[in-house]
Each structure stands twice: as C-alpha cells, then as structure tokens.
T-cell receptor
Framework: DQQVKQNSPSLSVQEGRISILNCDYTNSMFDYFLWYKKYPAEGPTFLISISSIKDKNEDGRFTVFLNKSAKHLSLHIVPSQPGDSAVYFCAASALDGNKLVFGAGTILRVKS | DAGVIQSPRHEVTEMGQEVTLRCKPISGHNSLFWYRQTMMRGLELLIYFNNNVPIDDSGMPEDRFSAKMPNASFSTLKIQPSEPRDSAVYFC?????????????FGNGTRLTVT
C-alpha cells in the first residue's frame, strides 16, 4: 500500500515554461512534506519542504503547494530550465519526522 | 563536508552469495537510513537507526537482510543469500536528529545486480 503516490511517471516541458509535478498521499497523519531531486548516478538531494500548517512555500523558482483537504501537493518550477531535468521524489513524514515515505518519482525532461 | 559515503558504487554477484553494502554518514549526524530504489516501488525505507540503535526495521523485506551500526560513523547492510529480485540501487542517508527540520542527506548509492 503506497501512502505517497506520484501518478505521472514522466513529464516533458519546454524550457521557460512552468513544470507542475503532482503528489497525493493517503495517510492523514502526515504533517510534513518534502521534494527531492535526483540526477542519474547520484543520490536524491533536498529541494523544498512544507509543513501542514502552511499551504504554500516558495524558494526562488520552486514553489510547493499543499491542499490538505484533498491530500494533494504539487511542485511548481517557473521558469523551467534544462538543468531541472531529473527525477523528482515527493516525500512525507508524520509525528517524529524521522521516517520519510517516498513516492515512486516523476522524471522531468525540460527541452531547450 | 564529504557527504554520505557509500561503497561499493557497483556490485555484481551471483545468486546465493553474500553481499555487504557499506555507509559512512556525515559526521555529527545521529540518524542513519537505508533505502532501496526500484522502478516499481520507488524509494523504500528498509531500516533506520538513531544514535546507532535500530528504531524501525519494518521495511526490511526478509530475514535475508540485516543491518548493523556498530558506531556513529559506520553502517552495513548485508544480504545473505542474495537473490536476483534484490537487484536495485541501495541508498544510505543521514540526518541530524531534529525531526521535521532535518532533511536527509543521501549518498550516491550502491547499484546491486544479482545474476
């Protein structure tokens, strides 16, 4: 039973346009959400996070939106750049925050 | 900051052999995690340690898998005997034990192939 789901295995976007990556979760105890980015042959690296007390968090070109009632979050990248091409993992945690549950990932390709 | 160091980067072995994956966490981090990445299931948490003590091993798939953390700077994940379905990329990650405000720092992974 996957508690964190990324239903789009891949996404292709033109350089300069917006990339929107989506994530759904089922566990209502999750209260902290993160996005990680992964390049080939490297480990995932932390990108941005959001607490359940907020509905939006912005960091430069990256914005994460949280809709708790829908148990849905999304990552917006504006404008998209070729260097953003990577696998993006959504992750969630509850209570102690030490145990992160990841989604299966979405491959983002930004075309120049 | 050397980051989380994993070895080997690649491991190819035959079914039935013992495999040992190694991890050195970031100095000062007191939580350590072992994840497995597969195409079908993405990143799965296998086990995590806090202050060298295993806290949650519910993700360890079978008794063939075992993990140890003998000290704050070293951990191993062992598979004995290995099977072809164990083929995956295994990641080690560490964090400061500050709950939600402490993102995981991942190593570059060990790609395991069991033939």
């Amino acid at each position: 039973d996957q508690q964190v789901k990324q239903n789009s295995p891949s996404l292709s976007v033109q350089e300069g346009r917006i990339s929107i990556l989506n994530c759904d979760y089922t566990n209502s105890m999750f209260d902290y959400f993160l996005w990680y980015k992964k390049y080939p042959a490297e480990g995932p690296t932390f990108l941005i996070s959001i607490s359940s007390i907020k509905d939006k968090n912005e960091d430069g070109r990256f914005t994460v939106f949280l809709n708790k009632s829908a148990k849905h979050l999304s990552l917006h990248i504006v404008p998209s750049q070729p260097g953003d091409s990577a696998v993006y993992f959504c992750a969630a945690s509850a209570l102690d925050g030490n145990k992160l549950v990841f989604g299966a990932g979405t491959i983002l390709r930004v075309k120049s | 900051d050397a980051g989380v160091i994993q070895s080997p980067r690649h491991e190819v072995t035959e079914m039935g052999q013992e495999v040992t994956l190694r991890c050195k966490p970031i100095s000062g981090h007191n939580s350590l995690f072992w994840y497995r990445q597969t195409m079908m299931r993405g990143l799965e948490l296998l086990i995590y340690f806090n202050n060298n003590v295993p806290i949650d091993d519910s993700g360890m798939p079978e008794d063939r898998f075992s993990a140890k953390m003998p000290n704050a700077s070293f951990s191993t994940l062992k598979i004995q005997p290995s099977e072809p379905r164990d083929s995956a990329v295994y990641f080690c990650a560490s964090s400061l034990d500050r709950g939600n405000n402490s993102p995981l720092h991942f190593g570059n992974g060990t790609r395991l192939t069991v033939t």
